[in-house]
């Protein structure tokens, strides 16, 4: 049986000729995005989102090496047939996925990447830390901003409306102590 298989490989023509030939554009220096590039922050900003490991990473090279390219129109999803589908290369929309727990991208049962929250989530915490922001005075709602922007604080760890005064003010120093350290 092992002879066939070497048999059977050197009977292909393309494969011999190739052999003992090296790379021919040897790359000089790696890869690097334009710092300045809008459109990349943009493609990194981007979440991954319902994607097994293999797919997770698949994606990640893209957005790496510029290779992804974003949806300019909603995507229609295999499942449910509609329009719901924000994500390059995804064929599957998110509620579709998480209802049948399959991966977005390839649609298998694997185990899924955790890591990023639906828009959904993310919408309504934003929605909630712009009303926080609006009812802290000045200074504190720039500091707050400032913090923001910088990433020192997680948008999902940030506390809600109903929250008091003095506990929002305990949230802020905590975060300014793990600064300190």
Not at 49 to 78: A, F, N, S, V
Not at 93 to 119: F, Q
């Amino acid at each position: 049986a092992e002879y066939m298989g070497t048999l059977l490989g050197t009977m292909s023509g393309h494969r011999n000729k190739a052999k003992g030939r090296s790379q021919a554009h040897q790359n000089t220096f790696a890869f690097r995005h334009n710092k300045n590039s809008k459109l990349t922050a943009k493609i990194l900003a981007m979440p991954n989102r319902g994607l097994c490991g293999p797919c997770h990473e698949q994606i990640e090279w893209r957005k790496r090496y510029r290779k992804y390219k974003p949806l300019t129109t909603k995507g229609r999803c295999t499942k449910c047939r509609e329009k719901t589908i924000c994500f390059a290369y995804h064929t599957i929309c998110d509620p579709c996925a998480s209802k049948l727990h399959v991966c977005a991208k390839c649609g298998e049962k694997r185990e899924i990447v955790k890591g990023a929250t639906t828009s959904e989530e993310e919408h309504l915490q934003l929605q909630r830390v712009e009303a926080l922001l609006a009812s802290l005075p000045e200074r504190k709602r720039r500091s707050l901003q400032r913090m923001l922007d910088r990433g020192d604080i997680d948008l999902m760890r940030m506390p809600t409306l109903d929250t008091s005064a003095a506990d929002l003010e305990a949230f802020l120093d905590d975060d300014d102590d793990e600064d300190d350290d």
